[in-house]
């Protein structure tokens, strides 16, 4: 810098002092606007360009591929340039000279000149250095593996347990039963597994246990582990729409009490009133086990088995040993049934006025 041009910038700049810049509001409305251009642009891109849906992590699943955040990735790209050993010198070499630029960049560059047509050596290089930057972050993208999408199971309740639904359909009811009402197993005949339906059961396991029992199995009873940790080939996400769906069969007393009035239904129907009833209540001890022998099973079962059968007398539902037992007196048959919590009130009237009308298989 000549005598001249040192002159002119130290006038122009003593007259930029007088005139001078409020840093309130001035410097913090410059400020505000640029970081609300930002966050808007941030915002558009959120709701117009999205983030795209991958799968919890999950150390055991070695199908994933990491990958650092967007801003990493030239990193990350030029690090492909530098196999084996070279790497850890690359890392540490670049890291040198990005430190030993900063700190010398007040030595290298001492022109007064601001404007970058005036600093062509300074312009040229982070022109560069911004190309290299693009270039190798695009390369990342493009060269990169497309990431599995997670599974859309759904995120509303009644969603997740139509997929848990499909997916215990597969995976489960073979030992389990459609409903999991237990079925026999098949390498030890004769043998069958315990409902899983029951409200003894839903009650007194805890989803987190629930969810345990099939991830890591229950290898002295039989059960195989199902999550991907332990050799299965289920995510956690599946096996906790599995558990949504298991637990969609426990109906707690108060959502019973809040169910619809069945008094209301004058000439009930077995297939649609009563055997959902028996289904739900009934059926985790009176269908595979046969507890008593008697089997809820069917319309012919209901009908037919027992120890002390027929529990039912066709139009005559006072005299019917299955009635005298939900209203919890003592039979030869034993007491109250369901032994736990008694059907409601409108439940046991139902099945009374199905049994009088003739205990039709309507």
Known sequence: MNEAEKKSYLERYKQKKQNGEYFWPDSIAKD???????????????????????????????????????????MFQLLKYFPGKLEGIAIVGLGLLIVIGLFGLPFFDRS???????????????????????????QAVVTTPPQAEALDLGADLASRVEAGGALFQEHCAECHGADGEGAEITSSPGDFTDPLNSEDFLVTRSRDTIFQVISFGQPGLGMQAFGLPYGGQLTDQEIRVIVDFIESWYVSPEEEAAGPDLSLIETPSYAQHVQPILDKRCASCHSRRLKGNFSVVG???FMTTGDNAPVII???????????????VKTDAGGQMPPARALRADQIQLIERWIDQGAQNN
Not at 321 to 327: A, E, P, Y
């Open 112 to 138: 007064p000149k601001r404007h970058p047509l005036n600093r062509p050596v300074a312009t040229i290089a982070m022109s560069l250095i911004v190309i290299g930057i693009v270039f190798l972050t695009i």
């Open 314 to 328: 066709a139009g005559d539902a006072a005299n019917s040993i299955l009635v005298q037992m939900l209203h919890g």
């Open 299 to 301: 319309y012919d079962n």
């Open 32 to 74: 505000a606007i640029v970081s609300l251009m930002i966050f808007m642009l941030l915002l558009g891109l959120a709701i117009f360009a999205g983030v795209p849906s991958e799968p919890p992590a999950n150390p055991s699943d070695t199908s994933y591929i990491p990958r650092p955040e967007w801003y990493f990735l030239w």
